[in-house]
């Protein structure tokens, strides 16, 4: 049966409800959370997609596998006899010297930055108070932290576009050197830039989805979300390559060479841009401040979809007065005190270790490609395929399901296994190498993802009973409370065209 009864809105409007929307009076835990309206959900998923991805690693990753014919042209440019080893600039030396007070490797932590870990604590501190009653709170804080940073990088994109050289630097932006396609690396960053920025596979989207009302037009807020970050990072390529054209010509030196490769890049440009502004010490407090709030906004997001997965699964535990604010407090001194050793004099070399390995890469796409299979070949393109058009009231482009069986998983699956056979090292800013031990290390990071996936499904085939077989059909069938689960199917002849895809569904089995 549909799993959804009827409820009444205060207007008097009849809405589809589920059971884990209504309150359990008789066992005292409380009703689960939605979205006021509309507009708490798109900024709340745009402050999660549209962050310091866009504004920070996109251009980062740009640069780092920017185009070598630049270099060789820019190379003649020798009037100020200057070589990129002692090339520098005030703001990376306060970067690098005075804020990172960065060490020779990774073998060397040091102390913590003080004022890095108040500035961490702070974070947290803001963090835990964005979110603690939930989406109630969570959708007011997104109409502000959301919004503000598109002010901040349209004031930066003008006044980088309006600096002496900046035509360069979009130059180089926009004409990369086309042998680069040829290093895997180059695809590899590409790809899990598109998982990174667009929060996929890491819970964050499904969490606040699971939000709102069962018609909510998902297939049209998908699209909008995609156009918005893919443009949002495209605008913060133009502001920071723009800059580092005009910091090419102020040094004399190519722009490969201007500036440091590393997560630091847009530390290093924005702020360049901002001291060239009227009023320099308001926008760089300006500038500050939207950074913070870019990070801000996924930060709290990722923890929201955490607790919403620990909610979710231990209702009768956490789902009563007071006990979910425990819950997020919990996570948030475990997140810090975790976060500690990215504060040292080293830590800018875990932080990429933790980049590199853990939050992106191989991790995210072995993940899309058991989520992509799951979808596709064991519920079924097809029953999915219905599953949105019953929420949105019309069939979305026929496209996509091709996408969830083929398309989607194949390319997941060459990537990841194009970059296990091309691996390379991690380096920093080109220059320093990690120690064995610790690609060891990222590894060991990398795996502790990975291999839950197998786990949970050994473990979930051992607790079962029954039959080999039985155990088998038991976890390939979809759970029996889904919509649609038993609703009689228009019977359709198979044609050539349908078949591979009717295959794809293990119905008849369930």
């Known amino acids: ?23 359990a009076k008789e066992d005292g835990t409380l009703e689960r959370g939605h979205w006021n309206n509309k507009m708490e959900f798109v900024l709340s998923v745009a402050g999660e997609i549209v962050g310091l991805g866009n504004v920070w690693r996109f251009p980062y990753l740009c640069y780092k596998n920017g185009g070598e014919n630049c270099v060789e042209f820019q190379k003649t440019n020798g009037s ?16 690098e010297r005075r804020v990172l007070k960065i060490s020779d490797g990774i073998q060397h932590l040091g102390a913590l930055r003080w004022e890095l870990v108040l500035c961490l604590l702070l974070a947290w501190i803001i963090c835990y108070f964005c979110i603690w009653k939930g989406v109630k709170s969570t959708g007011k804080v997104v109409y502000f932290t959301a919004t503000f940073p598109y002010l901040m990088l349209v004031v930066l994109l003008i006044r980088g576009v309006t600096l002496p050289g900046a035509a360069k630097g979009i130059q180089f932006y926009l004409y990369p050197d086309l042998t680069r396609l040829w290093d895997p690396q180059v695809w590899m960053d590409a790809g ?27 297939y049209r807020d998908c699209i909008a979300l995609c156009l918005l970050n893919s443009g949002t990072s495209f605008m913060a390529g133009f502001a920071i390559f ?46 500050f401040f939207m950074v913070i709030l870019l990070g801000l906004d996924s930060q709290f997001v990722c923890v929201e979809s955490l ?47 933790f980049d590199y390995y853990a ?14 299979v799951c979808v596709g070949w064991v519920y079924g393109a097809g029953r999915f395929f219905d599953n949105v058009e019953d929420m949105i009231g019309y069939k979305p482009w026929p496209l996509i399901k091709c996408c969830w069986l083929f398309f989607t998983p194949v390319v997941c699956m060459a990537t990841f296994l194009f970059s296990l056979i091309k691996y390379t090292p991690l380096t920093y800013n080109k220059k320093y190498t990690y120690p064995w031990w610790g690609d060891a290390l990222g590894w060991l990071l990398a795996l502790s993802s990975m291999a839950c ?9 051992i607790s079962l009973k029954g039959p080999l077989r039985e155990r088998v059909r038991q976890l390939l069938c979809p759970a ?12 359709t002849p198979a044609t050539p065209r349908t078949s591979l895809l009717q295959l794809t569904e293990l119905e008849s089995n369930c």
């Not at 029996?480 to 019977?491: C, G, V, Y």
Request: proline share 6%; net charge neutral; hydrophobic share 45%.
């Open 192 to 218: 899990t830039q598109i998982f990174f920025s667009f929060a996929i596979c890491l819970g964050c989207l499904t969490a606040l989805g699971s939000y709102n009302k069962y018609h909510n037009n998902c």
């Open 1 to 23: 049966m549909d799993s959804r009864v009827s409820g009444t809105t205060s207007n008097g409007e009849t809405k589809p409800v589920y059971p884990v929307m209504e309150k």
């Open 242 to 287: 723009s800059i580092l054209g005009f910091m090419s010509q102020e040094q004399g030196v190519p722009i490969s060479e201007v500036a440091e490769s590393g997560p630091g890049l847009a530390f290093i440009a924005y702020p360049r841009a901002v001291v060239m502004l009227p009023f320099s010490p308001l926008w760089a407090c300006c500038f």
């Open 359 to 372: 939050a992106s890469g191989m991790c995210l796409l072995f993940v899309a490609i058991f989520e992509s």
């Open 453 to 461: 996936i197998p786990a949970w499904s050994i473990y979930k085939f």
């Open 480 to 491: 029996e409370d889904l919509p649609q689960r038993s609703q009689a199917r228009h019977a």
């Open 80 to 95: 100020l006899n200057v070589t990129s080893e002692n090339a520098t600039t005030p703001v990376i030396e306060f970067w």
């Open 307 to 353: 607790v919403t997965a620990l909610v979710d699964m231990y209702p009768q535990r956490f789902r009563r007065k007071s006990r979910r604010e425990i819950l997020i407090l919990v996570v948030a001194v475990v997140a810090f005190l975790f976060g500690l050793v990215m504060l040292t004099e080293g830590g800018m070399y875990v932080f990429q270790l």
